[in-house]
C-alpha cells in the first residue's frame, strides 16, 4: 500500500499526520515493514528525535549490479520494522531530483515494505512531491479551517488538474467544530475532492509533539485517537479494494 499526505500550505499538519499514521501501522502490523519518505524539499522530520538519513543518500542501483532491498534500505531503519527517509539536507539541491527519481526509490521500496507513506509538503513545483502524487496510490489532501490554505488551494487547483492528480480523500485537521468555517463550508470551497472527508480534532499536544519529538500516538488525546482510526480503516478500505 502507497499513501500520500499533501497539505494546501505549510503548517497544515502534514508531516505529523503521516508520521503517527506510520507509526500505527508499525504498531499495528508488527510482521510488514513501514516506510515514511519524504518526497519533498525540505528535511520533514520535526517529530523524530534522531534525524534519520536523508533520502539523499539512498543510491539507485547502477546497472548490471544487484543489490539485495535489505543492503539498499538498511540505514533506514529507526526502529523494528519502521524506516524513515528524511528529506533533502538543504532546500535548494530540489532542483537536482526529478519525478524519475521518486519512480526509481519507489519501484525499489514496493519490493521491500508492505506500507509506504509519503509526505509530499504543499509544493506542486518539487520534482520529489510531483513524482510522487504522479505514482498510483492512495493520496491525501490535508487542509485546515484557516482561509490561507483554503485560498492557496483555489489559486493551485488548476495547477493539479493539468497534471492529473486526484485525491481518495481530504483531512480537514485541527479541526474546531467552532470555527466559523464549518467543514460543510470548507467541502463547498473544496468542492473538486468528491472523496471521503474526514476531520482530525486540534490536538493541543501537537505543540509539545514537535517539542518533544514525537507523534501524536504518544499522547492520550481520545477524540483525536479516535479520528485517526477511522482514517486507518479508510485506508485499509483502500487497500482493500485494490488489491483485488
Not at 502534514?14 to 525540505?42: C, D, G, H, M
Not at 524513515?84 to 519512480?103: C, H, I, K, T
Request: a neutral charge.
Amino acid at each position: 500500500m502507497y499513501i500520500t499526505f499533501h497539505g494546501t500550505d505549510h503548517k497544515v499538519g502534514t508531516t505529523l499526520l503521516a508520521q503517527t499514521t506510520a507509526e500505527w501501522y508499525a504498531q499495528n502490523r508488527p510482521k510488514n515493514k513501514i516506510l515514511l519518505v519524504a518526497f519533498n524539499r525540505r528535511r520533514s522530520c520535526d517529530f523524530i528525535r534522531e534525524a534519520p538519513p536523508s533520502l539523499e543518500t539512498f543510491r539507485v542501483p547502477e546497472e548490471g549490479t544487484t543489490p539485495s532491498p535489505e543492503q539498499l534500505f538498511r540505514r533506514f531503519q529507526v526502529q523494528g520494522n519502521l524506516y524513515v527517509m528524511a528529506g533533502l539536507e538543504q532546500e535548494w539541491n530540489d532542483r537536482r531530483y526529478f519525478p524519475s527519481y521518486v519512480e526509481s526509490v519507489l519501484d525499489k521500496a514496493h519490493r521491500y515494505f508492505q506500507v509506504i507513506i509519503a509526505d509530499t509538503g504543499c509544493d506542486l513545483d518539487s520534482g520529489l512531491a510531483l513524482g510522487a502524487l504522479q505514482h498510483p496510490g492512495c493520496h491525501v489532501l490535508v487542509t485546515t479551517q484557516n482561509e490561507g490554505a483554503l485560498a492557496r488551494w483555489e489559486e493551485q487547483r488548476g495547477l493539479y488538474q493539468q497534471m492529473e492528480i486526484s485525491f481518495f480523500m481530504a483531512i480537514l485537521n485541527k479541526y474546531h467544530k467552532d470555527h466559523p468555517l464549518s467543514l460543510s463550508y470548507v467541502m463547498e470551497r473544496l468542492d473538486e475532492i468528491r472523496g471521503l472527508w474526514i476531520s482530525v480534532p486540534f490536538a493541543p499536544d501537537g505543540y509539545r509533539a514537535e517539542w518533544e519529538k514525537r507523534s501524536l500516538l504518544s499522547y492520550h488525546h481520545r477524540a483525536c485517537h479516535r479520528q485517526l482510526k477511522l482514517l486507518v480503516s479508510y485506508f485499509n478500505l483502500w487497500e482493500e479494494r485494490h488489491a483485488q
